[in-house]
């Protein structure tokens, strides 16, 4: 006997937690399924703790500004601990490339509401101290931005998400999307099927099996990114520090420090490594310890107690898929975060949670627009 909800989502991860927490909050009757144990237990654990609005997507930066509203308010609303530490995020700049994609992307980030300037390297300094002086032209700067830990924050909005009368269920496969015509009817699982009206593909790296399930094919393929993190030592890095200068072995490089000392690291490989494999490699160190070292000379020396490698679902643009299908009435695709889902879930769960209830504010309409799942894939985000 099948068992009915207003909504189910598929994947209890960086968008599906907070999807559910939004939807429970509007007095939506909804349940999440996910294969593994228990949530966020897929990409959002390799997730290094990052929020920020810092982006070139208009739509992109709405979300985030939402994301980091509920994040440096989580505490004082709910209660709990999940690590939140304001420090903002800087873009540095060594070259005049560098300094002309930031500087060219102000305005555009200004008028989505984003606090955020370009400082010349003196002004730089007196924000990041530690920076290699030598050539150093400047860079961005949003104190707004912040960090806290994916899996406290995951598991906080889960619990928050129950309290509200979501329900959950782990350690099931969806093995079947049933239709009736061009409609949704139910979701079939390896040890249920549940009837919904509305099903949302938060499915991550594995969007694509499950857009399969309704006979579409996902423009979505993931690659693999490394992180790692180091001993404790006295505070001294306020920011994350980014750096996007390209090099052989990779397209940036960013890192930050925790509140208790550890600095935590990571870099987008170049050439990408598409697929699922998770093992680490042995390149990843020698090339990220050089980009950091260079960047700021005092992490020389510095042990590395750490690292590991997850997911990132890519889209063919570098922005979410996200929006209600053409194809297939019911089914809602909140896929392709590439890599950013644990900043954007929280804010993209309330936008879902308005989709789902026909209740759009013009601001959503705005981002389901920038980042409709039927846009012409051209170009790249500047920023990802």
Same mark, same amino acid.
């Given at each position: 006997?099948?068992?009915?909800?207003?909504?189910?989502?598929?994947?209890?991860? /960086?968008?599906?937690?907070?999807?559910?927490?939004?939807?429970?909050?509007?007095?939506?009757?909804?349940?999440?399924?996910?294969?593994?144990?228990?949530?966020?237990?897929?990409?959002?654990?390799?997730?290094?703790?990052?929020?920020?609005?810092?982006? /070139?997507?208009?739509?992109?930066?709405?979300?985030?500004?939402?994301?980091?509203?509920?994040?440096?308010?989580?505490?004082?609303?709910?209660?709990?601990?999940?690590?939140?530490?304001?420090?903002?995020? /800087?873009?540095?700049?060594?070259?005049?490339?560098?300094?002309?994609?930031?500087?060219?992307?102000?305005?555009?980030?200004?008028?989505?509401?984003?606090?955020?300037?370009?400082?010349?390297?003196?002004?730089?300094?007196?924000?990041?101290?530690?920076?290699?002086?030598?050539?150093?032209?400047?860079?961005?700067?949003?104190?707004?931005?912040?960090?806290?830990?994916?899996?406290?924050?995951?598991?906080?909005?889960?619990?928050?998400?129950?309290?509200?009368?979501?329900?959950?269920?782990?350690?099931?496969?969806?093995?079947?999307?049933?239709?009736?015509?061009?409609?949704?009817?139910?979701?079939?699982?390896?040890?249920?099927?549940?009837?919904?009206?509305?099903?949302?593909?938060?499915?991550?790296?594995?969007?694509?099996?499950?857009?399969?399930?309704?006979?579409?094919?996902?423009?979505?393929?993931?690659?693999?990114?490394?992180?790692?993190?180091?001993?404790?030592?006295?505070?001294?890095?306020?920011?994350?520090?980014?750096?996007?200068?390209?090099?052989?072995?990779?397209?940036?490089?960013?890192?930050?420090?925790?509140?208790?000392?550890?600095?935590?690291?990571?870099?987008?490989?170049?050439?990408?490594?598409?697929?699922?494999?998770?093992?680490?490699?042995?390149?990843?160190?020698?090339?990220?310890?050089?980009?950091?070292?260079?960047?700021?000379?005092?992490?020389?020396?510095?042990?590395?107690?750490?690292?590991?490698?997850?997911?990132?679902?890519?889209?063919?643009?570098?922005?979410?898929?996200?929006?209600?299908?053409?194809?297939?009435?019911?089914?809602?695709?909140?896929?392709?975060?590439?890599?950013?889902?644990?900043?954007?879930?929280?804010?993209?769960?309330?936008?879902?949670?308005?989709?789902?209830?026909?209740?759009?504010?013009?601001?959503?309409?705005?981002?389901?627009?920038?980042?409709?799942?039927?846009?012409?894939?051209?170009?790249?985000?500047?920023?990802?």
């Amino acid at each position: 006997m099948s068992q009915a909800y207003d909504a189910i989502v598929i994947g209890a991860g /960086s968008v599906g937690v907070p999807a559910a927490w939004a939807m429970a909050r509007s007095g939506l009757r909804v349940l999440v399924v996910d294969r593994l144990a228990s949530p966020c237990q897929g990409s959002n654990k390799a997730a290094i703790g990052g929020i920020r609005a810092t982006h /070139s997507e208009p739509a992109k930066i709405r979300i985030c500004l939402r994301s980091l509203e509920i994040a440096s308010t989580w505490e004082e609303t709910f209660g709990g601990n999940i690590d939140w530490r304001p420090g903002g995020y /800087s873009f540095v700049a060594y070259d005049e490339r560098e300094a002309g994609i930031l500087k060219g992307l102000i305005e555009t980030q200004q008028a989505s509401g984003l606090e955020i300037d370009w400082h010349d390297a003196g002004d730089l300094l007196d924000i990041i101290p530690s920076l290699n002086r030598s050539g150093l032209l400047g860079g961005t700067f949003s104190p707004g931005d912040g960090l806290c830990s994916p899996l406290l924050l995951g598991h906080a909005m889960y619990e928050q998400a129950c309290a509200e009368g979501a329900e959950f269920r782990f350690g099931e496969a969806v093995v079947r999307i049933e239709a009736e015509g061009d409609r949704v009817r139910s979701v079939v699982t390896d040890a249920g099927r549940y009837e919904a009206p509305i099903v949302v593909n938060a499915a991550g790296a594995w969007a694509n099996e499950i857009g399969a399930m309704v006979g579409l094919d996902h423009p979505i393929v993931p690659d693999s990114h490394e992180g790692g993190i180091t001993e404790p030592v006295a505070p001294f890095l306020g920011p994350m520090v980014v750096d996007i200068r390209p090099t052989e072995h990779a397209a940036n490089c960013y890192f930050f420090q925790l509140a208790t000392g550890q600095i935590v690291f990571a870099l987008t490989p170049k050439p990408i490594i598409p697929g699922f494999d998770c093992r680490e490699t042995s390149d990843f160190l020698p090339v990220v310890a050089r980009r950091m070292i260079q960047l700021v000379p005092r992490l020389a020396g510095l042990r590395v107690r750490r690292t590991w490698r997850g997911l990132y679902p890519m889209s063919p643009d570098g922005a979410p898929l996200v929006g209600l299908s053409e194809e297939i009435e019911g089914y809602i695709m909140a896929i392709g975060m590439c890599g950013h889902g644990f900043m954007l879930g929280p804010g993209l769960g309330e936008v879902i949670d308005r989709l789902v209830r026909d209740d759009l504010a013009d601001d959503d309409r705005m981002v389901l627009d920038g980042l409709s799942p039927y846009r012409s894939f051209e170009g790249q985000a500047a920023l990802k």
